[in-house]
C-alpha cells in the first residue's frame, strides 16, 4: 500500500531510515540521523539559493508559477485588482480575511492616522546628499523609525505588532514622497487625510502651490491596482529578508528596513528601472533582433523577463498591460510600450526563451506606466517597496507567531583551509603564490 514515506539507504553504511513525508515535503533535519560514525555531525542537505528548500509554512500567497496563478489567502489577484481597493486587500494579507465595512473603514482610518512622520525625520532625510537614490533614502528612514518606537520591540505582543502595522503602512509613502521631493530640493508635502491612500501619495508627490491636490481619478486607480499587484509574492528575496532578519526578534521596522534593502537589486525590485533603461537603450523597434541576438549570446539579460516561480506568463504583467491603457488614455502613449510590446513579442517567439520558459514578469510594463505618470525611474522600486509593505507586515507576522521558528541560522559546508598557525609577517613565505593573489583578487 501506498505510504507517506521515503526510504533512503545510506550507501556508506548500508543502513535504510523511513523518513515521513508531509505537505508534498520531507523534514532536512531527518537526514542529521545519518551518519557514518558517532562522533560524524550527520548529513547536511546543500541548496544554494535555496532553491528546492521550504523554509517555513504559510497561508499569505499561493503562487503556481507552472500555469501563471496567483491568489492572497485563497482570492485570485484578477479578482482583487478588478474589484478591491490596495487599503482593502492590505486587511485581508495583513489579517487574513476580507474585512466588512465597518473593519475596513477602521483600518483605513487607523492608517491614515499614522501617515505623518516626526519632524526629525525630515531632518534626517536632509542630511542626504541631492542625488541620493530615493531607495537608499528609504532603506535608512524605515530603518530608523525604529529609533522612534522602542515599544516596537515588544514583538509577541499582538497589540504592539497590530500598531506598528499600521504605522508601516501609513508611513512608507510618507518616506518614499519624502525621498523625491529632496531629491528635486523642494519643500515636503503633509499627508492629506481626505484623500485615498493612493490618492494622498500623488498629493505628497506632486503637489506644488495649489490648495488642495486633486489626484486625477485614473492615476489614482492605476497607483492602488499595482500597490494591489505588488502586495505579496510569497517567499521571495525581500520576504525572505524580512523573516531571516526578524527570526533575531528584532523590531519590524528594522526587519522591514532590511526588506526593502534586498528589494533595492537589478534582480529583484530593481528591474523595473533596469527594464526602462534596457528600453531607452535599445531606442528603437528595428533595433530588437540585435538587442535579442546579444541577449542570447549573454551579452545581456532581456530585463523584466524570467522568474524564479513563474516558468508561464506572470498573471500581475497581464493586469498592467489593462491599466496601461487607462493611463495612456490621460497621458499620451509612452513611446516605450511599442518597443517593449515587440521585445515582448519576438521573444515569445524565440526558442532561446520558450526553451528556458521566459515570460515577462511585474515589472516589464510596471516602469513604462510609472514612466507616464511622471515618476522618475529611481522611484519606481520605491512604488514596490510601498505596495509590497503590507506582504512584508503579514511574513514577519507569521514568521513571529509561528512556534516551530527559530533563528535563522542555515549551515555550510566548510572547503576552507584546515588548521595553521600564524606567523609573523617577517615570517611569511614570499613570493605569494598564484592560487593565493587570484584568491586575494576575488575576495
Ligand atoms: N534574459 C535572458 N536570459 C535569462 C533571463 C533574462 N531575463 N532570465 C533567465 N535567463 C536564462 C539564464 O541565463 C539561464 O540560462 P542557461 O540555462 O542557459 O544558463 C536560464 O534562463 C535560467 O535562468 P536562471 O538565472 O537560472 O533563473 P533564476 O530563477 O535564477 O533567475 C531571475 C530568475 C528573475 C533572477 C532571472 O530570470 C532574471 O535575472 N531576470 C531579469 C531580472 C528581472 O526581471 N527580475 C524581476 C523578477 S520579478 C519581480 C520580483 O519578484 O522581484
Known amino acids: 500500500m501506498a505510504k507517506d514515506t521515503l526510504t533512503v539507504t545510506d550507501n556508506r553504511t548500508g543502513k535504510t531510515f523511513e523518513l515521513d513525508i508531509a505537505d508534498g515535503s520531507i523534514r532536512a533535519m531527518d537526514f542529521r540521523q545519518m ?63 476580507l474585512p466588512d465595512e465597518q473593519h475596513l473603514n477602521d483600518w483605513s482610518y487607523n492608517i491614515t492616522m499614522h501617515t505623518m512622520v516626526h519632524q526629525n525625520i525630515e531632518k534626517f532625510m536632509d542630511g542626504f546628499r541631492y542625488d541620493a537614490h530615493p531607495m537608499g533614502m528609504l532603506v535608512s528612514t524605515c530603518a530608523a523609525l525604529s529609533t522612534f518606537y522602542p515599544d516596537a520591540k515588544e514583538i509577541f505582543d499582538v497589540e504592539s505588532r497590530r500598531l506598528q502595522a499600521r504605522r508601516l503602512l501609513g508611513k512608507m509613502p510618507t518616506l518614499a514622497a519624502l525621498a523625491y521631493r529632496h531629491s528635486l530640493g523642494l519643500p515636503y508635502v503633509l499627508p492629506d487625510n481626505d484623500l485615498s491612500y493612493a490618492g494622498n501619495f500623488l498629493s505628497m508627490m506632486f503637489k506644488m502651490t495649489e490648495q488642495k491636490f486633486q489626484p486625477k481619478p485614473a492615476f489614482e486607480r492605476a497607483l492602488d491596482v499595482l500597490f494591489i499587484l505588488h502586495a505579496d509574492h510569497e517567499q521571495n528575496c525581500s520576504a525572505n529578508a524580512a523573516r531571516a532578519v526578524g527570526s533575531s526578534q528584532v523590531d519590524p521596522y528594522s526587519a522591514i528596513a532590511s526588506a526593502t534593502a534586498a528589494l533595492y537589486g537589478p534582480l529583484h525590485g530593481g528591474a523595473n528601472e533596469a527594464v526602462i533603461n534596457m528600453l531607452n537603450e535599445i531606442q528603437s523597434v528595428d533595433r530588437i533582433p540585435e538587442f535579442i541576438e546579444g541577449v542570447k549570446k549573454g551579452e545581456a539579460k532581456l530585463m523584466g523577463f524570467g522568474h524564479r516561480i513563474y516558468k508561464n506568463y506572470d498573471p500581475r504583467a497581464r493586469i498592467i498591460q489593462e491599466i496601461a491603457h487607462d493611463v495612456f488614455e490621460e497621458t499620451g502613449k509612452n513611446p516605450l510600450i511599442d518597443i517593449a510590446k515587440e521585445l515582448e513579442r519576438i521573444a515569445l517567439g524565440d526558442d532561446y526563451f520558450i526553451e528556458r520558459k521566459l515570460y515577462p514578469n511585474v515589472d516589464f510594463y510596471s516602469g513604462i506606466i510609472y514612466q507616464a505618470m511622471g515618476f522618475p525611474v529611481s522611484m519606481f522600486p520605491v512604488l514596490f517597496a510601498i505596495g509590497r509593505t503590507s506582504g512584508w507586515l503579514a511574513q514577519w507576522s507569521e514568521m513571529v507567531t509561528d512556534e516551530e521558528q527559530k533563528i535563522t541560522r542555515p549551515r555550510q559546508l566548510y572547503l576552507g583551509e584546515d588548521i595553521r598557525h600564524y606567523l609573523p609577517i617577517y615570517k611569511r613565505p614570499e613570493p605569494m603564490t598564484k592560487e593565493r593573489r587570484l584568491l586575494l583578487e576575488r575576495l
Open 35 to 97: 551518519k557514518i560514525s558517532d562522533d560524524d555531525f550527520g548529513l547536511l542537505v546543500y541548496d544554494p539559493s535555496l532553491l528546492n528548500t521550504a523554509s517555513c509554512k504559510s497561508s499569505v500567497t499561493y503562487i503556481d508559477g507552472d500555469k501563471g496563478i496567483l491568489r492572497y489567502r485563497g482570492y485570485p489577484i484578477e479578482e482583487l485588482a478588478e474589484h478591491s481597493s490596495y487599503m482593502e486587500t492590505a486587511y485581508l494579507i495583513v489579517k487574513g480575511e
